[in-house]
């Protein structure tokens, strides 16, 4: 918190320069690069802050914007534990910017929604995840990033090529007031925001995607199809279809230009690449190991066509000098397209880099499989990258279930403080696709004899390489636009759109599928309180189910993930006695008592019950194998999880063989209403996960969440929800342990209260007929 709050100072200081040097500069002409940068006047972006704070450190946490989320991202200082969250997630959002509100004590955050008709200012409670006040930025379309410096917010409106300055928006009560004693403003229209200034001298065709705010200029990335103009392309050496232009803030609006070398001394940057996104600056002073006497300014982007990091030297020796940080690895199977998808980037080929954070010599950025716009919100997946500037060397690549690209790698220095939920969440939402949309595919030809037969690859393969020499090579070889994909040639014909390995999964699914949750893992089983994390009971009641209308609003009251747990020493004891050990026969000959399953299921679940119940939660049935296991599953599970015995209203390990098909149901009676459901995987694999069904009267309006997780990945299931279990592969094992919030009895069992406890024996055969609250036992020497 005090490195946070030491940030906000930086930030305040770098308000007042910015308001000084903008009257100052107001009259200058000469916006040399060297000038811009070694002066030290701060440029503020959404993922850089220079120049940075001293306090700034490689360890800061990011916030990533996806298409419809926000995550909160903490990168820790090795690749495999960090903290990662979901503060927010909408439905048909797409989330391109953000800047923190004032006076709300950390907890409202702006967000900037690309709406299909119109840009919106969203206030965000980063506490509750509740979007409060929605704002039109009028005139504002496509919007692409928001930078807040001082009491201005300066959205990017792509569609007309305007940075449009607006001021910084009053929040909802209860900080009304103290938002505009700390600079907000009361919006002049009711639902709009109140716009200061459009700067303009940028066009459609440029395609302005990022802006980073100086003093007196807006720096901003230009990669459109008028990105590269004509007198510009004549005078450089290599010409490329992006630029690093800027605007002046300082010029009056109806007057907007685009600053040259002429007027202003202003040179762009136009070697970055293709389709560039991101803006920061880095200082190298070891560019030359120990003979470095003076640094080098670079400007840090991303090549986003190519999906590199890449830098340009902008101020020191050897300026202009363009060097590549980082390349992708292309049979990353997060980098792999679906099956099938034509090789031509507008329908979903190659690599696109987007989203970039540089702090303390550390560049973060988001890679994924290229798709032409209005697929990019189908991404399932995205790669986050951590790259040392210094060394080139990778730090780490993690995969993000991003459900669309990272848009935006948001620099703790610029945000600030952020307030979090006491429990965030770490689940993460992946929504299918499947028979919505059908895109081109694409098949190579049989290429006629005398032809090299792998011709096609060969030509994909240099276009890998080096995309430039992409058209030479489909123009030297004979047939290659009639045969080859790659070179717009070949069979194309429409199919299903599939996104990534979740999408081909349930393919094999009888049901359709909505949406599926995977889980962030950390081991952090206990709330802020060292309680034990669960659903409110109240979500369980069937008014709440009945509210329940959609997944995006609903999941946390669905499911909730507590902690990947090591099951190691539960599962070798579960090895030991097998499949076989899971048999009726079995128990009964080695002393445990049974409860014939009274389910139809096929094929049959077969489970070791430890602890059951009656249906009104008044009797306990304790088992004679529950002596045997408790060690284990106390040292792996109940420990951990803070859940004492006499808390365990039901204790089961159910084996689920291969081909189970149980139907959709939903649990009855007062123990389910009274009980948290926690399910533990023991033996997994990817085959095997659980559907929870969202029922309307409409049937076609009907949403099934599925739910995969991992071995030890422990999560609460709300079982008064329409649920069902599949297993496509071999046989599983979970353990599922029903408790309650109050204690049940005292520790020494000499006080129960209400609760009757049966210590079952050995060789007791159990059924429990419907509409029959107790179980009905009698022991039987054979089965």
Same mark, same amino acid.
């Given at each position: 918190m005090k490195i946070i709050k030491q940030y906000n100072i930086w930030l305040l200081i770098s308000t007042l320069a910015t308001v000084i040097s903008t009257n100052i500069n107001a009259s200058s002409q000469d916006w040399t690069w060297d000038r811009i940068l070694r002066s030290r006047q701060p440029i503020i972006a959404n993922g850089n802050v220079w120049p940075p704070s001293p306090e700034e450190s490689a360890l800061d946490c990011l916030l990533l914007l996806t298409h419809n989320q926000i995550m909160w991202h903490c990168p820790s200082g090795n690749d495999k534990t960090y903290e990662r969250a979901v503060l927010y997630r909408g439905n048909n959002d797409r989330?391109? !910017?953000?800047?923190?509100?004032?006076?709300?004590?950390?907890?409202?955050?702006?967000?900037?929604?690309?709406?299909?008709?119109?840009?919106?200012?969203?206030?965000?409670?980063?506490?509750? !995840?509740?979007?409060?006040?929605?704002? /039109?930025?009028?005139?504002?379309?496509? !919007?692409?990033?928001?930078?807040?410096? !001082?009491? *201005?917010?300066?959205?990017?409106?792509?569609?007309?090529?305007?940075?449009?300055?607006?001021?910084?928006?009053?929040?909802?009560?209860? #900080?009304?007031? $103290?938002?505009?004693?700390?600079?907000?403003?009361?919006?002049?229209?009711e639902g709009y925001a109140t716009i200061i200034k459009r700067h303009v001298g940028f066009t459609r065709a440029d395609h302005i995607n990022n802006v980073a705010i100086h003093p007196s200029l807006l720096i901003s990335n230009l990669h459109g199809k008028g990105a590269i103009k004509a007198k510009i392309a004549n005078t450089t050496i290599a010409p490329s279809p992006s630029r690093l232009s800027a605007l002046s803030r300082n010029i009056p609006e109806g007057e907007g230009r685009e600053l040259n070398a002429k007027e202003d001394g202003f040179n762009p940057v136009v070697n970055v690449g293709n389709w560039c996104h991101g803006i920061s600056f880095w200082e190298d002073t070891g560019w030359n190991g120990s003979d470095s006497t003076e640094s080098q300014i670079k400007l840090i982007s991303l090549d986003s066509k190519s999906g590199t990091l890449v830098s340009v030297v902008l101020s020191g020796p050897n300026y202009g000098d363009r060097q590549v940080l980082w390349e992708p690895d292309l049979t990353h199977p997060v980098l792999v397209p679906p099956h099938g998808i034509a090789k031509a980037y507008y329908d979903g080929a190659m690599v696109f880099s987007k989203g970039l954070a540089v702090q303390c010599g550390v560049a973060y950025f988001g890679v994924s499989y290229a798709r032409a716009p209005p697929l990019r919100k189908t991404v399932p997946e995205s790669l986050l990258v951590a790259v040392d500037l210094s060394t080139k060397r990778e730090l780490w690549v993690r995969t993000i279930r991003s459900n669309g690209l990272i848009n935006q790698i948001l620099a703790q220095s610029y945000l600030g403080e952020v307030a979090l939920p006491a429990d965030s969440s770490t689940t993460e939402l992946t929504y299918h696709s499947i028979g919505s949309r059908l895109v081109n595919t694409c098949t190579d030809l049989e290429l006629p004899e005398g032809l090299q037969k792998d011709m096609c690859q060969m030509i994909e393969a240099t276009m890998k390489k080096n995309q430039k020499f992409w058209v030479n090579e489909c123009k030297d070889q004979d047939y290659a636009a009639t045969f080859c994909c790659v070179c717009n040639g070949g069979r194309s014909e429409k199919m299903l759109l599939t996104s990534g390995k979740l999408?081909? +999964?349930?393919?094999?699914?009888?049901?359709?599928?909505?949406?599926? %949750?995977?889980?962030?893992?950390? &081991?952090?089983?206990? =709330?802020? +309180?060292?309680?034990?994390?669960?659903?409110?009971?109240a979500v369980k009641t069937a008014q709440n189910i009945a509210r329940v209308k959609n997944i995006d609003h609903s999941l946390d009251n669905m499911l909730k993930y507590l902690c990947t747990l090591d099951i190691r020493p539960l599962s070798e004891m579960i090895m030991e006695i097998g499949h076989e050990g899971f048999t009726h026969q079995y128990q009964h000959r080695k002393g445990n008592a049974i409860i014939?399953?009274?389910?139809?299921?096929?094929?049959? %679940?077969?489970?070791?019950?430890?602890?059951?119940?009656? &249906? =009104?939660?008044? /009797? /306990? #049935? #304790?088992?004679?194998?529950? $002596?045997?296991?408790?060690?284990?599953?106390?040292?792996? @599970?109940?420990?951990?999880?803070?859940?004492? @015995?006499?808390?365990?209203?039901?204790?089961?390990?159910?084996?689920?063989?291969?081909? *189970?098909?149980?139907?959709?149901?939903?649990?009855?009676?007062?123990?389910?209403?009274?009980?948290?459901?926690? /399910?533990?995987?023991?033996?997994t694999h990817a085959g095997v996960f659980f559907m929870s069904e969202i029922k309307h009267k409409n049937t076609e309006e009907n949403q099934i969440l599925r739910i995969i997780s991992n071995l030890g990945e422990a999560y609460e299931f709300n079982n008064k929800m329409v649920h069902t279990m599949r297993n496509t592969g071999p046989s599983c094992i979970y353990i599922i342990i029903d408790w309650v919030e109050e204690p049940l009895y005292d520790e020494e069992e000499s006080s129960l209260g209400k609760i009757r406890l049966i210590h079952l024996l050995a060789g007791d055969y159990c059924t429990h007929p419907k509409r029959y609250n107790e179980l009905q036992c009698e022991i039987r020497e054979e089965l």
């Amino acid at each position: 918190m005090k490195i946070i709050k030491q940030y906000n100072i930086w930030l305040l200081i770098s308000t007042l320069a910015t308001v000084i040097s903008t009257n100052i500069n107001a009259s200058s002409q000469d916006w040399t690069w060297d000038r811009i940068l070694r002066s030290r006047q701060p440029i503020i972006a959404n993922g850089n802050v220079w120049p940075p704070s001293p306090e700034e450190s490689a360890l800061d946490c990011l916030l990533l914007l996806t298409h419809n989320q926000i995550m909160w991202h903490c990168p820790s200082g090795n690749d495999k534990t960090y903290e990662r969250a979901v503060l927010y997630r909408g439905n048909n959002d797409r989330l391109r !910017g953000a800047f923190m509100a004032r006076g709300a004590e950390n907890r409202r955050m702006w967000l900037l929604n690309s709406a299909p008709k119109q840009d919106k200012l969203l206030e965000l409670d980063t506490i509750t !995840g509740e979007i409060l006040q929605r704002l /039109l930025i009028e005139g504002s379309l496509d !919007g692409h990033d928001a930078v807040l410096v !001082g009491n *201005s917010a300066f959205v990017v409106d792509t569609r007309h090529g305007h940075v449009i300055e607006v001021e910084l928006p009053a929040s909802k009560e209860p #900080y009304f007031e $103290s938002s505009i004693t700390n600079g907000a403003r009361e919006t002049r229209q009711e639902g709009y925001a109140t716009i200061i200034k459009r700067h303009v001298g940028f066009t459609r065709a440029d395609h302005i995607n990022n802006v980073a705010i100086h003093p007196s200029l807006l720096i901003s990335n230009l990669h459109g199809k008028g990105a590269i103009k004509a007198k510009i392309a004549n005078t450089t050496i290599a010409p490329s279809p992006s630029r690093l232009s800027a605007l002046s803030r300082n010029i009056p609006e109806g007057e907007g230009r685009e600053l040259n070398a002429k007027e202003d001394g202003f040179n762009p940057v136009v070697n970055v690449g293709n389709w560039c996104h991101g803006i920061s600056f880095w200082e190298d002073t070891g560019w030359n190991g120990s003979d470095s006497t003076e640094s080098q300014i670079k400007l840090i982007s991303l090549d986003s066509k190519s999906g590199t990091l890449v830098s340009v030297v902008l101020s020191g020796p050897n300026y202009g000098d363009r060097q590549v940080l980082w390349e992708p690895d292309l049979t990353h199977p997060v980098l792999v397209p679906p099956h099938g998808i034509a090789k031509a980037y507008y329908d979903g080929a190659m690599v696109f880099s987007k989203g970039l954070a540089v702090q303390c010599g550390v560049a973060y950025f988001g890679v994924s499989y290229a798709r032409a716009p209005p697929l990019r919100k189908t991404v399932p997946e995205s790669l986050l990258v951590a790259v040392d500037l210094s060394t080139k060397r990778e730090l780490w690549v993690r995969t993000i279930r991003s459900n669309g690209l990272i848009n935006q790698i948001l620099a703790q220095s610029y945000l600030g403080e952020v307030a979090l939920p006491a429990d965030s969440s770490t689940t993460e939402l992946t929504y299918h696709s499947i028979g919505s949309r059908l895109v081109n595919t694409c098949t190579d030809l049989e290429l006629p004899e005398g032809l090299q037969k792998d011709m096609c690859q060969m030509i994909e393969a240099t276009m890998k390489k080096n995309q430039k020499f992409w058209v030479n090579e489909c123009k030297d070889q004979d047939y290659a636009a009639t045969f080859c994909c790659v070179c717009n040639g070949g069979r194309s014909e429409k199919m299903l759109l599939t996104s990534g390995k979740l999408d081909e +999964e349930i393919l094999n699914i009888k049901e359709n599928v909505t949406a599926t %949750v995977t889980f962030v893992p950390h &081991n952090e089983c206990l =709330d802020k +309180e060292g309680l034990t994390k669960h659903l409110p009971l109240a979500v369980k009641t069937a008014q709440n189910i009945a509210r329940v209308k959609n997944i995006d609003h609903s999941l946390d009251n669905m499911l909730k993930y507590l902690c990947t747990l090591d099951i190691r020493p539960l599962s070798e004891m579960i090895m030991e006695i097998g499949h076989e050990g899971f048999t009726h026969q079995y128990q009964h000959r080695k002393g445990n008592a049974i409860i014939l399953s009274q389910g139809k299921i096929n094929p049959p %679940v077969s489970a070791i019950f430890l602890i059951f119940s009656s &249906n =009104d939660a008044n /009797l /306990l #049935y #304790y088992f004679p194998w529950l $002596s045997d296991w408790l060690p284990k599953i106390h040292e792996c @599970l109940l420990k951990p999880l803070r859940i004492p @015995l006499n808390k365990i209203l039901r204790m089961q390990m159910a084996n689920v063989p291969r081909g *189970s098909h149980i139907r959709f149901q939903t649990d009855e009676n007062a123990w389910s209403q009274k009980s948290h459901r926690v /399910l533990v995987p023991i033996v997994t694999h990817a085959g095997v996960f659980f559907m929870s069904e969202i029922k309307h009267k409409n049937t076609e309006e009907n949403q099934i969440l599925r739910i995969i997780s991992n071995l030890g990945e422990a999560y609460e299931f709300n079982n008064k929800m329409v649920h069902t279990m599949r297993n496509t592969g071999p046989s599983c094992i979970y353990i599922i342990i029903d408790w309650v919030e109050e204690p049940l009895y005292d520790e020494e069992e000499s006080s129960l209260g209400k609760i009757r406890l049966i210590h079952l024996l050995a060789g007791d055969y159990c059924t429990h007929p419907k509409r029959y609250n107790e179980l009905q036992c009698e022991i039987r020497e054979e089965l």
